[in-house]
Structures are given as C-alpha cells and as structure tokens.
C-alpha cells in the first residue's frame, strides 16, 4: 500500500512527488501516457514568470511570486538548464502605457522585485532587435526560462532516486473508497493508497469527478508555436511580451536554454482535450505578430512547430483544494503553472498535514541529480576521461546538436526511462536540431531495440501505435 | 601539422584525397562521420551513377567503392566513425571519435565536403498533427536499403525530388503501395528519367501543382489532405482532398551542411548556402576549399567527383605553394534567372567551366554571357529546369579581356 | 502509330519519338545518341529493366544487390520474389554472385558486407 498516488506526470505532479519524496512516504506517480511530461507540460513557452500578472490576492499571484523565487535552487539541485534572462512586456502607444503601469503596479503588489517601466534608449540596449515602433516596455529583471519537460523528467528521476514508484501506461479508469484511503483502477492493476493527489491536467476534472467532486471542470485553451534553428536565438535577449489587451495577450518571442527562438502560443479554447493539430492561420498569427514586435527574424530557420494544450480551470484561477479527506485536487494549472510548481509542491506539503498524514523527513535523501547535459558541458579533458572510462561517448549520434552514443543511452538507462525516439529526444536533444532525426533516428532505433530488447520495428517514436517502422522487408532470415 | 585534411569521405571527399595524393601531397587524413567511406551513396543503392566518369552505370555503393579501393591502394590515411566538432580560423580541428577520445589536428589545407542534408518537415509548417509515419526520403531510405525495414506500407510523397522518385520505386518494389506523388511547382525537380522508371513504370501518378496541406492521425499518420495551388503556390480551397495513407515521405530540397565552414569564417552564398569560391574551389578563407554537395547540391555524382578533383588538385598547389601571383578575379554576376554559378569569380589563365543553374522552367533560351556591355558568350538550350545543372566553358580569351562577367538568361 | 518514350539511358532523359509499324519499329526521332535509339526499340518491343534492391543475410541484416543485366519489365515482381526469399551468407563481396540465373540474369552484390 502508497501513502501518496500522484495522478499525472507533469510539471505539477512531478514537482509535487519530488517535493514529497523528502518525507518517509511511499509514493506512486500513475501516468496515462507512455513518459513523464506528455501533457501541457511538453508544449508550452517555458517561461518562469516574474509575477506582475495574477490579480493581487490569487493563487495564481501567490504561487508565481514564490515559485520563481524558489526556481533557480530548484533548477540547479536538479541539474536543469534555467536562465535569468528577464523580461519585457512591450507597447506601441499611450494606451499600451497605461496598461504597462497597471501592470507594475500589481507585480509590486504581488511582490515582484525590481520592475519598472524602460523607453527610449535603455529600451533598446536591453533588446536592440525591438521594432522601431515600440516605445515603451515593462522590464521585469527576474523574468527567466527553464525547460518544462527537462524539469519535469528530472523531477520525477529525483524522486525516483528517492524511492518514489513510476506506474506509465497507466489510466485511470476509476477511484474507490476504502477504509483507510482510496483504489486507483486502470485496466490492468489497481493501487491502493492513502491518499491521492489529483493532477492530471486536462484531465483532473474527470479524475474528480471520479470521487464524487463535481465542483470545477477544466477545457483545453490551444496554443501555437514556432520553433527557430539555434543560431536565432540571440536574436533577443529577454522573453518579449506584448502588452495585454481586448485582444488577448498575443504572443511572445523567447530564446530557449538551449538556444533556439521560440515564438508563441496562439490562444484559442476547444473542448477536444486531445486536438493538437497545428493550423495555418495560427502560423500566420504567431509569424505575423512576431514579425511585428522583432525585426529580422529568419523565418526560413524554422526547424519544428508544434500545438500545446493548457488546463484552464473554470474558476479563474488555480484549484487547490481537498473536497474530501485524503483526497487532494491541483487542478486548472494553466500559466504561470510552470513557475509556479515548486511553490505548489511546498503548499501541498502542508495541506497533507492538514488532511491528517504524518510527515517526517528521511534520513537518507539526496535532492541532486546529475544534469543530463553534463557530458555536453565538460571541458576538452574532461570529456577524454569520460570517453576514456565508456569509448560511447566518444561517437555522436545526432550531428545537430552533437549527441553522443554514451549520452543517449545513459538517458535510456537512467530514470525515468525513455522508452521511444521522442523520449530520447527530451532527454538528449538528439533529433531535436536542424535535421529533425532525419540522419540519427534509424540509429537509435537500433540503440533503444537493443536497450529494451525487443525487435527493431516493434520501436514507437512516442508509444501507443506509434510505430517507426511497420515491417521487416524481405523473408525471415 | 597535416597537410591537407578532407572533412568528409564520400564521394567529393575521397574524389579529392586522390587528386591531392596524385598532385604530390602524400600527408592526407580523410575524416569520416559514418562507419564507412562512401558518404550517402551507400544507400543510394540504384543504378544510374558513374555513366559520365566510367562509361557505365553503376549504383551507388559500388561507384563509391571504386573510390575507396583507390584510397586504400595508395594508403591515404582515413579515420571513420569520427565527428568533426569544430574549426578554428587558424585551421585547428577538433574531432572526436570512440577510440582516440577528443583530438586536435592542425592543418595547412582544409577541404571540406561534409555534403547535405534534407530539408526536414519542421521548415514546411504543415498543418495537422505530429504523429509517427512522417520521413524524409532520405531517412526511409536508410530504413530500407540499410537497415531492411519498411517505414509504411500506404505512401504519399510530398517533393519529386530525386530521392523522392527513387523512393517511390524502391517502396513499391519492396511491397508497399506508394499513392501519388505531389509537387508544389508546375514542374518536377527530378530528373526525367527518373520520373520515367520509378513513378511511370508503376503508375504512380504525379500530381503538379500540388502540396499536402494537413496531416491527419494521432499515433501513426491515417491521411493527409492535398489540394492544387495557384500561380503563387497557395492551396485552392475548393481542390481539398483527403487521401487515406499511413507514410508521408518528404523530398523537398537539400541542404548544404555548412555549420563547420560557418565556423571556420568562411563566406557563405545566400543562393546556395554553400561557400562563395574561385574557380579553384577555394573560399573565402585561404587554403579552405570546398566541394561536392557543402558547395551546391549536384544531381550527378559524377560532377561531385570532378569538382572534387579541381579542389584537390587546388589543396595542393596550395601546399606546394605554387600559388599564382596575386592577381584579381574576374567576379560573375547572374541576371536572377540564373540563380547562381560555380564559381562565383576566377582568375584569368586557363579555360574555366562555369556550372549554374535556372530559377524556372524555359524552352528555347540562350544562356548568354557579357563582359560590360558587350556579349562574349551565346549557348542555345531546348530546355533548362532548376532541377537540371548546366554549365559553359569560359575560354582564357574571354576571361583575359574582362573584368566582370554577367549571366543571363534570354529568350530566343 | 507513334509513341514518346521518355529516355532513361542517361541523366539527359531525352525525350523520343518512336513510329511503329504494327509491332516493330521504323524509326526514331529525339534521341541524342545511339543508345537512346536502341532503347526506343527495346522499350517498344521488349521493355527491360535493371532491378536494384536488397536481399537478406544470415547475421538478420541486408545487403544491396542488383541484377546484374536488365531484365523484361513483366518479370521484375516476380523477380523481386525469388531475391525476398533469398538469404545469403555472409561475407559477400561486390560483384559476387548471390542468385545465378534470375530470368536470364544474374543477381550480383553491390555492397561488401563481412
């Protein structure tokens, strides 16, 4: 038996289970999906917000403030690329002013440090590549990016680490009531546990309403984005924001932690929880914004573009909250979700004791994980002793980003473990370049058949019927 | 210090590491990123290769063989499954590899000849979803012909590039059913032949005019929608169609790989995305030589070697610093229906050919070359297409006398 | 009667003109060398292709191979499935024989493999 189910694994659930492997807890993350971070988490801006736009007094405020406050110590202990680049909310005119200082006004409120409002010269000496035609800007030095699913896969390979159980391929078909806490069913197993923790994004309102808490339901807001080659992403150095209008926010320009130029999301709420499809209008919208706020964008360097779905709760703000005893909702986690989720795991943490669960802390817990990127960053010599212990790390694998045979199949190797090319893909960045895996997959395809094995053609690029592969050519050798 | 260090053993690289070797220099290291000499045509393993160098046809692993066994006879030094990481503007390489861990090699000429690659579905923005079953022709490829798997079964091809065409015959003769190939232009970039033996021998129909406008299936690709598109290449709403097919293969342009030549300072052409050379294959940076597909993406191998063996020869006199006087080049423009030639300058003396190529498709045109005002240079074509190279030989008479040459493609 | 052929000799892909007199042909037109001639008479009266492809080996892998001269363009499916249920043992060599006599023509490697 778990004391703790975590029902989902992304951003929220992850930071959550890191947060709770601290304490003498039996935990258990259940996912649908076949990898950690498959939800909102794998396709959003990456941003850690400053914290200017919740409404003074929200969750939202509450949990943005802290959690970039907490984010950078988060990030280093799990050895995740995080920048603190900062950020710019731009305007175009009067009106846009005003907005700009309501803005500030409401970051200082919430507690965000060190805003203020930047035009003229110091405007583009912190962004040369601004328009001509933005002439003021709200500058938010504590604005930085983190990768969502880099954070979230160490999260949960942290707890992990930390005795914490990874259930994939896990779907909740039902929640019962028992004596002493609650059954988690899926089709092939049931987990019994203490308490559970719902946060399963999109799909935290069923889950709910599994229990019998019907009080909130969550809808999908589709957002759009474009992904530009490595050698774009010093175009800016800030995330640029437009200011937030009638229109909608619109969308921003970001460079990535690990180079690229990210531009988006397009907003549009759906009721499909799974239409992820891309459009060309919502690429036309985020080309031609973009192209409006930041001159000389190379939009022949586009290498991917990809839909992310955000849980939008119907209250407006986040749902915290334990409807019933050992039974506790993180729902409707939409933006700032990403730079909130350390503050929500630390909260989570006192509305367990709340609910009655004794929390003592381990003797033995390590909060480090070694980056996954450590290889990548390792001097000349350094490098050659790593080769020098494991020849893999001396062949790259994927020539874009420069992957090493050695790095891909520690990251096969390491928890949580990848089990298809789009799960090597978070992990590594190999086939995340400019050729998109079109020289690398066949290769590791190859390397995860004979990692997990099984036949080269039964590998999936993300689970499911996914297959790469659907057939061997020729007879049986 | 080596002498001379080929970035690259495929066909412009081992072509080049001859020529070199034949001119004299003997301290010649090939590096190789794959486990073996060859370069792509190792899994270009249909015919039509080597009939302008040999005489013959030949496929594509066994024209590059003739290579290698040359190499290995003479005992140019190669090392293979061997990544070049950097290089300096002072010509230091730094490469790794399994056995000798990261190394530094400095060198007195570099060639590269790192080749291409494909244009990946990311620069298309396709509408649609992002599910399994989406390749670049070349990819396919290597799970065919190399590994001995099938990527689909159903297959729409996007792109009549030449892998694309060669694609469609290989995955029907495998077994799989191909469905049509679209293009976006009014006209293909293949090679006629091609279109002739890999899509008419197998009723493929291709469909001009015509691009995938959505791609359709959650886990493995259900269908994609086409649609013809107009004189500006936009998609005609009312021409939608849905096509049921588990693969889309895309051809839809290479890519010179460039990255390392960026590295090093070298110019780059925006129209080729390849360096800018003299006619001796050289770049921007002195004692850097570029040729094959890193310089401008070729149809025929064949010419890949002939280039190759210019810029080896090159590399060479370089090293032996028989270098001409310093002299200036006489600079070659285009008029825009000529994209681009190769070289893009040269020196007088010798005759230089001149390889190009066209923005359209035209019949009955004069490629007529200027020297100022005054035309130097007529040849009549029934035919030009983008996806055919021509070239002109420029006489030492024409070049002694002029300054700057002008390209231009004129109706009859 | 005439028929266009579309040259596939060399990367020129002239594009011919054959005139039939029932089933022989009386002349072409188009073609740039003697080849192509040769071929609008071949393609008229006896259509014959190469076949590349891969045949399977004993370590579970592949290895290219072609037939080593063209072969009638009705025969290439089942040509294709006698090289399928072919498996040869390694090492093979380029050139080395791997099925002899395939409707008249050999299938030989084009690759080596150990």
Redesign the interface.
Known sequence: MYDITVIGAGVIGGMIARELAKYELKICIVEREGDVAMGATRANSAIVHAGFDAAEGSLKARFNVRGSEMMEKVAEELGVKYKRNGSLVIGFCEEDLKTLKALEERGNKNGVRGLRIVSGEELFKIEPNLSKNVRYALYAPTGAIVCPYELTVAAIGNAMDNGADLKLDFEVTDIRKTDDGYDVISSGETVRTRYVINAAGLYSDRIAAMTGDSSFSVHPRRGEYILLDKECGSLVNTTVFRTPSKMGKGILISPTVDGNLLLGPTSEDMTDKEDRKTTAKGFEKVIKEAAEDVDGIPFNKVITSFCGLRAVGSTGDFIINSPFANFINVAGIESPGLTSAPAIAEYIVGLLEKNGAKLSRKKEHNPIRRPMHYFREASFEEKNEIIKRDKAFGRIVCRCEEVTEGEILEAIRTNPRPRDLDGVKRRTRAQMGRCQGGFCSPYIVELLAREMNIPYEEVTKFGGNSRVNLARTKGEA | MTELVIIGGGPAGMSAAIAAYEAGIRDVLIIERDEALGGILQQCIHNGFGLHKFGEELTGPEYAWRYEKRVRELGIAFKLGTMVLDISKDKVITATNPEDGMFRIEARAIILAMGCRERSKGALNIAGTRPAGIYSAGTAQKYVNMKGYLPGKEIVILGSGDIGLIMARRMTLEGAKVKMVCELMPFSSGLARNIEQCLNDFDIPLKLSHTVVEIHGKERVEGVTIARVDENRKPIEETREFVPCDTLLLSVGLIPENELSKKIGVKLSPITGGAEVDEKRQTSVPGVFACGNVLHVHDLVDFVSEEAEIAGRAAAEYIMEEVAEMQEYVEIETDGRIRYTVPQKTLRGDDVTVFFRVGNVARNVKINVYSGERLVLTKRKSRVAPGEMESVVLSSEILESAKKLRFCLEEE | MERK???????L?C?LCAVLDGKSVVSVSGNTCRRGEKYAIEECTDPR??????????????V?V?TDCAVA?KD?AEC?KI???F?AHLPIA?GDIIIKDVFGSNVVA???KE
Not at chain 3, 5 to 11: D, G, K, M, Q, R
Not at chain 3, 49 to 62: E, F, I, K, L
Request: aromatic fraction near 0%.
């Open positions: 052929l579309t040259c596939i000799v060399c990367p892909g594009e292709r190469t076949v590349t492809t891969t045949v399977r080996c004993s370590d579970g892998g592949v290219a072609k363009k290439m294709m090289i399928n249920n498996v380029i084009t690759q080596n």
